[in-house]
Structure formats: structure tokens, C-alpha cells
């Protein structure tokens, strides 16, 4: 098992980068594919994109392909979110999770979660 926590979001401005991190505080987290969703405000949460335990595939929401980057340092035991060129429209809470084998990107399927960091875009 692993406990989720993300960190890196805060307020920033439109057109700012910003690098989000999924760290474990127990348990491996190198086992597990992880992916990274979001929730804008009155809105359901989203898939945005995921990476396998390797980290040699990745897979992006149609959406998300461009300016999202998802990778992972299994040295640091840490799954990161890049998001380039940020919009007002991409407020969100990011959240990270978690589950043994890689593929899907239904929420269903993934057996961990964080907690969420909140990530605010000004105009």
C-alpha cells in the first residue's frame, strides 16, 4: 500500500509553468502506476494523465496533450505533473493516484489517492 501526497500548487499567473509532485510518505511507490486527475471548480473530476511504474509510457486526455507532461524519478520515489503556458481554465485541485498495473484511466480502477493540492491560474 502507499499514502499520496501532492504537492506544488499555490497561485500563479497565466502563462506561468508549474510542476506539480506525487510523493509517497508510506509504502513504494515505484510499484504502482500513477496518474494525475483534476477537479475545476463545479466540475467532476477529470483524468488528466498517467505513466507506468517504469516510467516509460505515458498516456494523455485529449485535452491535456501539449502542455501537460507527466514523468517520474524512481530514485526520488516521485511522479511529477508539468503544465506549461497555465490557463485561468485549468483551476483546479490536482490530485494524484495510485494502482498496481498500468492502463485505463477511470477513477474506478485506481485503488489510492492524495488529498489533492489546489492549483489557482490568475488572468
Known amino acids: 500500500q502507499v499514502q499520496l501526497v501532492e504537492s506544488g500548487g499555490g497561485l500563479v499567473q497565466s502563462g506561468d509553468s508549474l510542476r506539480l509532485s506525487c510523493a509517497s510518505s508510506?509504502?513504494?511507490?515505484?510499484?504502482?502506476?500513477v496518474a494525475w486527475f483534476r477537479r475545476a471548480p463545479g466540475k467532476e473530476r477529470t483524468f488528466v494523465g498517467s505513466i507506468n511504474y517504469s516510467g516509460t509510457s505515458t498516456y494523455y486526455a485529449d485535452s491535456a496533450e501539449g502542455r501537460f507532461t507527466v514523468s517520474r524519478d524512481n530514485a526520488k520515489k516521485t511522479v511529477y505533473l508539468q503544465i506549461h503556458s497555465l490557463k485561468p481554465e485549468d483551476t483546479a485541485v490536482y490530485f494524484c493516484?495510485?494502482?498496481?498495473?498500468?492502463?485505463?484511466?477511470?477513477?474506478?480502477?485506481?485503488?489510492?489517492w492524495g488529498q489533492g493540492t489546489q492549483v489557482t491560474v490568475s488572468p
Open positions: 493516484a495510485a494502482k498496481d498495473n498500468y492502463g485505463g484511466k477511470e477513477e474506478r480502477l485506481f485503488t489510492f
Open positions: 508510506r509504502g513504494d511507490l515505484n510499484w504502482y502506476a
